[in-house]
Every structure is written in C-alpha cells, then in structure tokens.
C-alpha cells in the first residue's frame, strides 16, 4: 500500500503526469483598450476587476521570486493590455533582477509600443510579441474595436529600431473574418525579418462567437503559405507552442500555435498568475488556486510555495484531454483575464 506521504506532491513545479513548469505568464491588468471580438465579452457587460483586488508590483515580484526559487526561469508579462498598467517598466525592472530568471518578454497590442519601446528596453524587456489579426485599417478597427491599425505599425517600427529582440508577431486567423489576409500578414513580417505565428481560435472568447467551423487549423495556414512560399520544416521543440517553419529564402519565421487542431499538453510548461493573484495551471483548468489571501494576510513564502506546488501537481491533462471543449463550454473567464 502507498503512504499517504508517498503520494504528497514534491517541493518543485511537477504535476501528477511528470510536467514540470519552467514558464510563467503573468497578467499585470484584465483591462483593455481593445476589445478584441475573439477575447472580451461585449462593452456592456464587461466587468473590470476592482482596482484594490489586482496585485501590486511588490506583490507580483515577490510571487514572482518564489516561483523562481521552485524552477520558473522565463517569465511573459501580459493582460488585458499589459502596457495600460501604470508604470509597468518598473515592474519588469524588478523582474529582470530576480536572480535565476533569464528573461521576461512581453505580449501586447501594440497600442502605447511607439512611446514605451525605449522605456521597456531599459528596463530590462527581452523580446515582445506584438499582436496583428489585420492589415486593413476598417478591419483591423473591427476586429479590435479600436482604429488603431496605424499606431500598431509605428509600435512595431519603433520596438526594432530599439532592438527589442526577439520581436513576433501574433495573428488568431477566423475564418470569414481576416482567413484571406494570411499571405498579406506573411509578407508583412518577412518584409521586416521577423517572426509570425499564426494561432488557432481557441474558446475563451467573451462574445461567444467561437464556433468549430471558425477555427482555421494550422495545417490550413500551412497549404496557403507555402502556396507561395516554399517552407522547411524546424518542428517544435519541447514546451513550446509553436510549431516552426523557415522559408527557403531566410527572410523571417512561420509559427502555427495549434492547441485546437494538434494540442501540445503532453509537455506543456507553463503557469499563469491572473492580475487578481490566481494561478492557473492551465489555459483551460477550472480551479482558482488564489494566492492572494497568504500575500496580504502575512503568509510565508513557504506557505505559497506550498499552495504553488500543490496547485501545480493537480494540473489538468489538458485542453487535448477535454473533447467537451470543442462542443460548447461553460467557461470559467475570458481571455483577457487569463492572458492567452
Ligand atoms: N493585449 C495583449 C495582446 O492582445 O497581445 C495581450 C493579451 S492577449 C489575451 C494575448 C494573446 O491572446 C494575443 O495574441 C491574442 O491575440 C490572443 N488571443 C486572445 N483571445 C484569443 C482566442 N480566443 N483564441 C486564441 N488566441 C486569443
Ligand atoms: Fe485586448 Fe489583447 Fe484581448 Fe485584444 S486580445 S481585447 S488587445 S487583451
């Protein structure tokens, strides 16, 4: 017979099926100046979490410094958007001198990128991932609510002038939406020598638009993109989402992210902390792991690792284990509050 201590999870970021976390996303805010038709639920009935229940910087680092002291070594600042946050260039300084952690990058919209890029650079910023569903500005407006197409390009310009590097590009292609912009966004990032990923529409979003027949499947980026450009194939590498691809010529990078199509749970490395102090162990985990009440009620930092471990050892198989997902889902949050 197993002991029950047997059975105990172990002090580091190991689940019950072997995966060890070496990943953290962090949502520094759930607010958005967007508000992007595949993310947030319709302007009316959004509800922004109260200002005194979002972590302060203190907060988040010192989070942060535990995580790392249980194996986390990258860490990716998001939202909502992350760059509405206040000063945020001070929180990635602070993160940046965490000893152990060897990057922090950033996704973002790309709304404030032209006046902040110097700013994050300094601070500490690696690379950011800039997130593009359109070239057409009364597109782009529709899709992301906002006429922003133009300050998202100058953001862009100015993040490479700067040197912030890696510099990506995320696109969710939907079909009947943006699915014939596929080799305009390409050529977009070729023509700059940079990466595009292209993401499969997953079912977080707030609108409930989401439909199967929506979902355009990597494979199908795949056959449109090397309908005029031949690709290498570079395969994914442990832990990370995207499935890469080289264009025989060198100029940029393809990647398909396909947790719809091809999920990739079986060595999936990441954690989430959402702006309010939960961990998610999983885009798609049901259960609020909150590590807000041992934070401000004067919790050690052994009381959170061990909230953090246990939390992470009961980390669902995932979203290629839930076939339910796909038929129509009560889900827990939206996008913007989790951080994609
Ligand atoms: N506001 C920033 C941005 O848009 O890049 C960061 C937060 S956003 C939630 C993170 C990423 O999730 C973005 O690249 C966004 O395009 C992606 N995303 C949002 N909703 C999605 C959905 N339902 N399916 C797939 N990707 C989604
Ligand atoms: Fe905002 Fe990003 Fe969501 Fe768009 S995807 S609404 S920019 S959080």
């Not at 999870?9 to 607010?31: C, F, M």
């Not at 590097?165 to 696109?171: H, Q, V, Y």
């Not at 609020?288 to 009381?303: A, F, M, N, Q, W």
Request: charged share 30%.
């Amino acid at each position: 017979m197993i002991s029950e201590q047997a059975l105990a999870p172990p002090r580091e970021l190991v689940d019950k099926k072997g995966r060890v976390a070496g990943k953290l996303r962090i949502s520094v805010t759930d607010r958005c100046n967007f508000a992007c038709l595949f993310c947030m639920p319709d302007k009316e009935s959004i509800r922004w979490l109260p200002k005194e229940d979002i972590l302060s910087f203190e907060e988040i680092e010192r989070v942060t410094r535990v995580l790392v002291s249980l194996g986390i070594t990258k860490v990716r600042v998001t939202g909502g958007e992350p760059l509405l946050r206040k000063g945020v260039e001070s929180l990635i300084a602070r993160l940046t001198r965490i000893d152990g952690l060897e990057s922090v990058d950033l996704t973002t919209n790309g709304w404030f990128l032209a006046e902040k890029a110097r700013a994050l650079k300094a601070a500490g910023l690696r690379g950011a991932t800039v997130s593009l569903h359109s070239l057409r500005e009364d597109r782009f407006a529709k899709i992301s609510g906002l006429n922003a197409l133009s300050r998202v390009l100058e953001g862009i310009s100015e993040a490479v002038r700067v040197g912030i590097e890696p510099l990506k590009i995320n696109s969710v292609a939907i079909r009947g939406y943006n699915d014939d912009e596929v080799l305009d966004l390409v050529e977009f990032a070729r023509d700059r020598n940079i990466s595009i990923r292209f993401i499969e529409f997953m079912p977080l979003d707030g609108l409930g638009i989401w439909s199967q027949d929506k979902i355009v499947t990597g494979q199908e980026i795949l056959d449109i993109v090397a309908s005029r450009f031949p690709l290498v194939s570079k395969g994914r590498s442990k832990g990370e989402t995207a499935s890469l691809w080289e264009f025989e010529d060198g100029k940029g990078k393809l990647g398909v992210i396909t947790p719809m199509s091809a999920p990739f749970c079986d060595d999936c490395d990441r954690l989430r902390l959402t702006s309010d102090g939960k961990l998610l162990s999983c885009l798609f985990d049901t259960e609020y792991h909150d590590l807000k009440p041992i934070v401000r009620k004067g919790g050690s930092d052994t009381e959170l690792a061990n909230l953090i471990t246990a939390a992470v050892w009961r980390k669902p198989d995932g979203v290629g284990y839930m076939p339910w997902i796909k038929e129509g889902w009560g889900k827990p949050r939206n996008m913007n509050a989790i951080g994609g």
